[in-house]
């Protein structure tokens, strides 16, 4: 990989920002994480939310809880790609995204992307833009606990 | 010797191994280490072959002409959790 090709997301990242974009086991408070994007500038005036939970039911069968898998390292590579496109591209002020790993129970918080700008807009795409994204690009893999067993999610192609 | 880190359904596939330490000897492009994988696992070759599964070196997809080095963080990723839509 040349210099030129190195991009921020490959830097490492500390203090406020590696705060915006996390991979963690532990449940989240969306209050919290919402004073985190509004304490970064006093410019935001539209904020949008997409919250992820585990539902109980996938493809029509009955599912008792999920298990998320993450390629530690590259899984939050992507996830900071994602956000400085967000922020470059969409006009957005800022753009929090955390993914959980490890067990999580029918109800329980998945993933939360914050995006926050002038007006709402901006917000809304970058927001409706960002978890498209990270579905398609983020190595995260969902193990669904079904009453027939266990299933990788897109296991048979 | 390359270590390759698996996950998801490619761990299940290689009977719960977490990685793969593996000897090219015919070539050292992303396309050996595939045929490698695929006479060792043959599901797994199946799915690289399918482009179901993807190849990472070093963070970032690789195409299977990359060659890769002793060192190099090797990884095969099934399909994402959010699919295709």
């Known amino acids: ?157 | 010797m390359v270590t390759v880190r698996l996950f998801g359904m490619t761990k299940m596939l290689a009977g719960n191994q977490g990685t793969l330490s593996l000897a090219l000897h015919d070539g050292k492009r992303v396309k050996d280490l595939v045929a490698v994988i695929d006479a060792a696992y043959p599901k797994i070759g199946e799915l690289l072959q399918k482009k179901k599964v993807l190849v990472s070196v070093n963070q970032d997809i690789a195409h299977e002409d990359l060659e890769v080095h002793d060192g190099d963080e090797i990884a095969l990723l099934p399909p994402f959790a959010g699919g295709n839509q």
Not at chain 1, 105 to 119: F, R, Y
Request: aromatic share 6%; charged share 35%.
């Open chain 1, 1 to 157: 990989m040349s210099l030129e090709q190195v991009t921020k997301a490959d830097q490492p990242v500390t203090g406020d920002e590696a705060m915006l974009v996390r991979v963690q086991r532990e449940d989240f408070s969306i209050d919290e994480e919402l004073r985190r994007v509004r304490a970064r500038s006093k410019r935001i005036g539209g904020i949008a939310i997409f919250l992820g939970t585990a539902r109980d039911r996938s493809k029509g069968k009955d599912v008792d809880g999920i298990t998320f898998e993450h390629y530690e390292g590259m899984a939050q590579k992507k996830l900071r790609e994602i956000r400085e496109r967000a922020l470059k591209d969409f006009g957005v002020i800022e753009l929090l995204i955390l993914h959980r790993y490890g067990e999580i129970a029918i109800g329980d918080n998945i993933v939360l992307i914050i995006a926050g700008a002038e007006h709402r807009a901006e917000a809304f795409q970058a927001c409706k833009w960002a978890i498209d994204e990270l579905k398609q690009i983020t190595p995260i893999w969902k193990l669904e606990h079904t009453t027939e067993g266990e299933v990788w999610v897109e296991e048979h192609p």
